[in-house]
């Protein structure tokens, strides 16, 4: 089995973001980015499965700038065998590039890998956490035709390569089985912890395969802006309103007297 895992590089979790002084978007310059927190889940279900032998290759792709080769590093480090770059200008979070568009290029890049040896399970988080928008895995596999199973809590491989996939439900979860792939998985947080790449395997990822293709040859042929103009424009991006600061009460009865009468939360 040959995996294949998107990965995402964006604002770190941690930044407190800034916005662009036109509304525009957020602010990326000198802004530390890093690798998308579901995507880094992927990546570690996809490297667990290679060391129980149920996968010979695990490949990471990325699309967007020159610095994405980063963020491949980064996935290379965990324990990815080689990477591809799809190279654009382009930003990422959702302003330039939208999930239609991303889809459409991984299914060009799922093509070119089945003209070599073929990819049978596609590995993506759930979301990135700067668009929010859950739906470029489930897109993927539409346009694939594959069976797909979303917000994967827990993966095990059955024989003949049948895959059984408990996933994340509002009323708590259920148990999917995939009798035949290739098929698509988001990965949601449950799914596992991710490891910590160390410093002799960081070192190794820098001598790792990444092929960088620019988007225009991945879509040769093809009118790149109509693959790839959002289909949705952000009109406006503002900050969150400051939180006005909290008081203490002596006590319970206090508390509830605020909730009821001042913020009218309870009746």
């Not at 470029?136 to 809590?153: D, E, S």
């Amino acid at each position: 089995m040959r995996i294949l895992v998107p990965v995402k590089r964006v604002v770190d979790y941690a930044v407190r973001v800034r916005v662009l002084p036109d509304k525009s978007g957020v602010d990326l310059s000198n802004t530390k980015m890093s690798l998308n927190p579901f995507c880094e889940i992927a990546v570690e279900e996809a490297v667990r499965l290679k060391e129980k032998k149920a996968a010979e290759e695990v490949i990471c792709v990325s699309i967007g700038p020159k610095q994405c080769t980063e963020t491949l590093r980064t996935a290379l480090a965990m324990g990815c065998d080689r990477g591809v770059h799809i190279l654009t200008d382009k930003r990422g979070d959702y302003t330039e590039l939208q999930p239609l568009g991303i889809a459409t290029l991984l299914k060009k890049v799922l093509e070119k890998e089945s003209s070599e040896q073929g990819v049978d399970l596609v590995l993506t988080g759930k979301q990135s956490i700067d668009s929010d928008c859950g739906q470029t895995g489930t897109m993927l596999a539409g346009m694939l035709g594959w069976p797909q199973v979303t917000y994967a809590a827990n993966i095990d491989v059955e024989e003949e390569g049948r895959l059984l996939v408990e996933r994340e439900t509002d009323s708590g979860t259920e148990t999917l089985k995939i009798n035949k792939l290739p098929a698509v998985i988001s990965c949601d947080l449950r799914l596992n912890e991710p490891r910590y790449a160390t410093l002799p395997n960081i070192m190794k990822a820098k001598k790792k395969k990444v092929d960088v293709i620019t988007v225009e040859d991945l879509l040769e042929g093809q009118d790149v802006d109509a693959v790839l103009t959002p289909r949705n424009r952000v009109l406006e991006v503002v900050e969150p309103p400051p939180r006005k600061e909290g008081i203490k009460v002596d006590d319970v009865d206090a508390l509830l007297d605020k909730l009821r009468n001042e913020a009218a939360v309870i009746s």
